[in-house]
């Protein structure tokens, strides 16, 4: 199993997010953490870092394979996560 590290970013995003989407955003990091390759990898300026969909928003990570430990880079709605 992988150990799962949420950086300040991420931490300070989900803070904006509705209650009710955290809890979704927090059921998906169980999901992700169990399996971390369901998310959709990312290209250009963001390879080698996978995005997973809950609804509108996002949860951008990276995979450390060698550590068993999943970065969470950041978490938000799809319009500025990318940026």
């Known amino acids: 199993m992988y150990k799962l590290l949420i950086s300040d970013r991420a931490r ?3 803070k904006k997010i509705s209650r009710l989407h955290q809890e979704a955003i927090i ?3 169980v999901e992700i953490k169990s399996d971390p390759l369901s998310g959709k990898p990312l290209k250009r300026e ?3 870092r996978i995005s997973y969909r809950v609804g509108v928003y996002r949860i951008i990570y990276k ?3 060698l550590d068993k430990t999943i970065q969470i880079m ?4 799809r319009s500025i996560v990318y940026n």
Not at 74 to 77: E, F, L, V
Request: hydrophobic residues 40%.
């Open 46 to 48: 963001l390879t080698g």
């Open 63 to 65: 995979i450390n394979k």
């Open 74 to 77: 950041t978490a938000g709605h």
């Open 27 to 29: 059921t998906a990091l």
């Open 12 to 14: 300070k995003e989900l």
